[in-house]
């Protein structure tokens, strides 16, 4: 079979089969499309071997970001080396071709261990209490900070919540995580006030849970979705926030999510609470968090009994 042809059967499958989410096709057909260039128009399934992934990866290591003009981090590398994986294990399970290479053969690039630690208590209490001069901005913030930080929610799964989502006398909810997997979200006492105080001061009726405050003739229209804050304003406010208080590291949403783990696994949650929770699928993602904790174990050890 051409490639081509195979490529878009493979795109189809995820769409149509597998329910894979915009972002998951978006990176799909970015890193086949790659393929494409790298193998010709007129090539074959079968035409795969080991020397064109080789080809496929010199141009991969060779890409350059769009926004930084840097070469693409080795975890961008590893996405699409594995959707070039996932291409030849569905062309092997639907027998496209005679031979297919084994996707095994795609050996991914070895990343450092990130950073999950998360912030520490009195870094976290230096950024719930900063205060912006602007009051309706200001307990906006506050609620993206605290949910972020008590709820362990990816910053996308934030940006996508409306008003009518969160009960807030029931104090939890549910949210679609990655994979279009459903999990429930808690609130905690203190989210829900800062959501309660966010809300009261707000004077519209809009869909979205956070929005921006520049106004636009298409607001009423869209029922504000125009004015959904955008993942990457919400990345910009906690950088900023954090700058103002004088946390060093580099804070992001992620950062809270991993605070939000590490806290609970040392105040004693289990492993898989804390998985489920994050929406995980897989516990050994859930595992990362564990040498952090078992560090502070290390050092209570070293403390009582050295």
């Not at 080795?74 to 027998?95: D, H, I």
């Not at 919540?161 to 679609?176: A, H, Q, T, Y």
């Not at 309660?196 to 956070?210: A, C, K, S, V």
Request: proline share 3%.
């Amino acid at each position: 079979m051409l490639l081509s042809a195979a490529i878009d059967k493979f795109l189809r499958y995820h769409q149509q089969i597998k329910n894979a989410s915009p972002h998951t096709i978006r990176n799909y057909q970015k890193a086949l499309d790659m393929l494409q260039e790298v193998m010709g128009n007129n090539a074959r399934v079968e035409d795969i071997t080991l020397s064109s992934v080789d080809q496929y990866r010199d141009m991969l290591f060779q890409k350059k970001s769009k926004t930084t003009g840097q070469m693409v981090a080795r975890r961008t590398q590893n996405v699409y080396l594995s959707a070039l994986r996932s291409f030849l294990r569905w062309a092997t399970k639907r027998e496209i071709a005679e031979v297919v290479l084994s996707p095994d053969k795609v050996e991914l690039v070895k990343i450092e261990p990130s950073d999950v630690s998360g912030l520490t208590p009195e870094q976290m209490q230096r950024l719930r209490e900063y205060t912006e001069k602007n009051t309706l901005k200001d307990a906006r913030d506050r609620a993206i900070l605290e949910m972020l930080y008590s709820t362990g929610l990816r910053v996308s799964e934030l940006q996508a919540l409306n008003v009518r989502d969160i009960p807030l006398d029931l104090g939890e909810f549910s949210v679609m995580g990655k994979g279009k997997k459903r999990r429930m979200v808690y609130i905690t006492g203190t989210a829900k006030q800062v959501l309660e105080r966010y809300l009261r001061l707000r004077e519209d009726n809009f869909l979205p849970l956070f929005i921006n405050f520049r106004a636009t003739k298409n607001d009423i229209a869209t029922q504000g979705e125009t004015r959904r804050l955008s993942t990457v304003s919400i990345q910009a406010m906690i950088r900023k926030r954090a700058r103002m208080c004088g946390i060093p590291k580099k804070v992001t949403p992620h950062v809270l999510r991993h605070t939000f783990a590490t806290t609970l696994l040392r105040n004693g949650a289990d492993l898989r609470s804390v998985q489920e929770l994050l929406g995980h699928s897989n516990i050994s993602t859930t595992q990362i968090y564990t040498h952090v904790v078992n560090a502070d174990l290390r050092r209570v050890h070293t403390k009582f009994l050295d």
